[in-house]
C-alpha cells in the first residue's frame, strides 16, 4: 500500500480520534460528540474515497453503534427507512425508460425543434436532458443522452475541444439533467432523502408539493445558466440545416413502438399521475406509489429480475441507509440542535443570514463529496439552525435537498459531469469556468424564489 492511499484510509479514522478526546463542550451529550465524530468521519471517506461510497454507507451505519451512540434497534430501524425502498422502486421505474427509446426521442425532437440556431441547440440539449430527469435519476438521463448528441456533433463536423457549441451542448446536456433532478422527488436520491427526513419530523412532503416548491427554482436556473454557457462559450456559426438533416435521419431510425413499448410507456404515463394525484386523494407514501410502479412494470414486461439486478446501483442504497441513519442519531442525540445554537451566534439569527448560509454550505458541500453524502450531512442541520432562526424547517430542508443538486464546477462533483466529459468534446477548466459563474446565478436565483414565490405561496 502506498503513502498516499494509507493516508486516506488514516485521516477519517485520525479526524474521528481527535472529536473523540477533545473535551466536551457544555451542553453537549456523550452521544451528540461521538456523533460529531461520526460526522466527519462520514466527510472525509465521502471526499476521499479510499473505500466504495456503498461499503462506506455500512460503515458509516454501525460506526455510531459501536461508539455506544445508539442502539441495535434503533440502528437498523433507520436504515429500513421507507425512503430506501422508494429508491429501489424508481431505479426500476427509470430503468424502464431507456427500453422505449423514449430518451431518444425526447432528445431528438428538443434538438430539431430548436435547431434554428446554435444557441437554440444549447437550449434543446439542457430542456430534453432536465425534462427527463424528471422521471429518472440525473446520472442515468446523462448516460443515454450523451450518444444521441455525440452522433449530432459529430454529424456537423464540430472539432473536440475547439468548437464552443461543442461544449456548449455538452456541458449543457450534464447543466440541464442537473437541474432538471430538482423537478421531482424521481430526480435524484437526495430528494426522497429529504422527504423521508421531514416525514419522520412530522413534517409531509408529497410529490406535488416538491413540485410547487422546486420548478421555479428549476425553471429560472436553465435559462440563467443557459445564458451563463452561451456567454462564456459564444456559439459559432454552424451548419443548422445539415444538423437539422441529420436529427432528422436519426428520429427515423428509431423504429415504431410495438405493443409491448406502448404498453410500458402507457404504465409510466400512469405511474407518474399515481405520483402526482394520490396522494392527494388518499394517505399514501410515495414509497408505496413506486413499489407499486415497479411491479407494474415488470408485469407489463418493462423489465426482467436479471436486469434489475444489474442495473440497479446497490452501492448507492447501502449509502442512502447509511446517510439515513446518520442524520437521524445526530438528530436525536441532541449534535444537530446544538451545532444550530452555535451557527445562530454567527448569523445573529438573521433570516437572511440562515438562508444564505445552509445554501452556500450545501453547494460548496456537494461539489466536494457525493450529493446524497451532503445532504444527508446537512439535512439535521438545516433543520434544526431553521428552527433555532425562528424560520420554517421545512424550508432548510429544502433548501438542503435542493442546492445538494446543483454542483457545476467540478468533473468529480457529479456523476454526470464524468459522463459528459468523458465524450471528450471540453476541458476540465471550461467546466470550472461555466460553473463558478453557474454556482453564483444559481445562489441568487434561490434566495429570489425563497424572498418572493415563496413567500406568496405561504411557506413562511
Known amino acids: 500500500m502506498d503513502m498516499r492511499k494509507a493516508a486516506k484510509y488514516a485521516l477519517p479514522i485520525l479526524l474521528l480520534l481527535i472529536v473523540l478526546v477533545l473535551p466536551r463542550p457544555d451542553g453537549l451529550s456523550y452521544e451528540g460528540q461521538a456523533m460529531f465524530g461520526v460526522l466527519v468521519f462520514a466527510a472525509a471517506v465521502f471526499i476521499l474515497q479510499p473505500i466504495p461510497l456503498g461499503l462506506a454507507g455500512i460503515v458509516v451505519l454501525i460506526l455510531p453503534l459501536l461508539l455506544g451512540a445508539t442502539t441495535v434497534r434503533s440502528t437498523f430501524q433507520s436504515f429500513g427507512n421507507s425512503a430506501v425502498f422508494f ?259 454567527l448569523t445573529s439569527g438573521s433570516a437572511l443570514l440562515s438562508i444564505l448560509l445552509m445554501i452556500v454550505l450545501t453547494k460548496v458541500l456537494t461539489e466536494f463529496m457525493s450529493n446524497t453524502a451532503a445532504v444527508s450531512i446537512l439535512l439535521p442541520i438545516g433543520f434544526a439552525v431553521f428552527i433555532a432562526s425562528g424560520l420554517p424547517p421545512e424550508m432548510g430542508s429544502m433548501l438542503v435537498g435542493l442546492s445538494g443538486g446543483l454542483a457545476f464546477m467540478f468533473l468529480f462533483s457529479t456523476p454526470g459531469n464524468l459522463i459528459s466529459y468523458s465524450s471528450g468534446y471540453f476541458r476540465p477548466r471550461d467546466m470550472l469556468k461555466a460553473g463558478m459563474i453557474a454556482n453564483a446565478v444559481t445562489v441568487a436565483i434561490m434566495l429570489v424564489v425563497v424572498y418572493t414565490y415563496w413567500k406568496w405561496i405561504g411557506v413562511w
Open 87 to 345: 429508491l429501489i422502486g424508481a431505479f426500476i421505474i427509470a430503468s424502464s425508460v431507456e427500453r422505449t427509446d423514449l430518451h431518444r426521442w425526447v432528445s431528438l425532437v428538443f434538438l430539431k425543434a430548436m435547431g434554428s440556431s446554435p444557441r437554440l441547440m444549447v437550449l434543446g440539449t439542457m430542456v430534453s436532458g432536465a425534462l427527463l430527469s424528471f422521471i429518472m435519476p440525473e446520472h442515468g438521463v446523462i448516460i443515454l443522452i450523451v450518444p444521441v448528441l455525440t452522433y449530432t456533433i459529430l454529424g456537423m463536423g464540430l472539432v473536440p475541444l475547439k468548437s464552443n457549441l461543442a461544449k456548449g451542448m455538452m456541458i449543457g446536456a450534464a447543466y440541464g439533467c442537473t437541474i432538471g433532478s430538482l423537478g421531482t422527488p424521481l430526480g435524484g436520491a437526495r430528494n426522497p432523502l429529504t422527504i423521508a427526513f421531514l416525514r419522520l419530523e412530522g413534517i409531509e412532503v408529497d410529490f406535488l408539493r416538491w413540485m410547487t416548491l422546486s420548478l421555479p427554482i428549476v425553471i429560472l436556473s436553465l435559462f440563467a445558466v443557459w445564458m451563463v454557457l452561451i456567454l462564456v462559450f459564444p456559439p459559432e456559426r454552424a451548419n443548422v440545416e445539415r444538423a437539422r438533416s441529420v436529427i432528422g435521419d436519426e428520429l427515423k431510425q428509431i423504429p415504431s413502438p410495438g405493443w409491448n413499448k406502448k404498453m410500458i410507456i402507457a404504465v409510466l404515463a400512469l405511474i407518474i399521475a399515481m405520483f402526482i394525484f394520490l396522494p392527494q386523494l388518499i394517505d399514501v407514501e410515495l414509497s408505496i406509489i413506486a413499489l407499486i410502479g415497479a411491479i407494474m412494470i415488470f408485469i407489463a414486461g418493462g423489465m426482467r429480475w436479471k436486469e434489475v439486478e444489474e442495473r440497479i446501483p446497490w452501492g448507492i442504497i447501502l449509502l442512502y441507509g447509511g446517510a439515513i441513519s446518520m442524520g437521524i442519531h445526530l438528530a436525536d442525540s441532541g449534535a444537530a440542535l446544538w451545532l444550530a445554537d452555535k451557527v445562530i451566534l
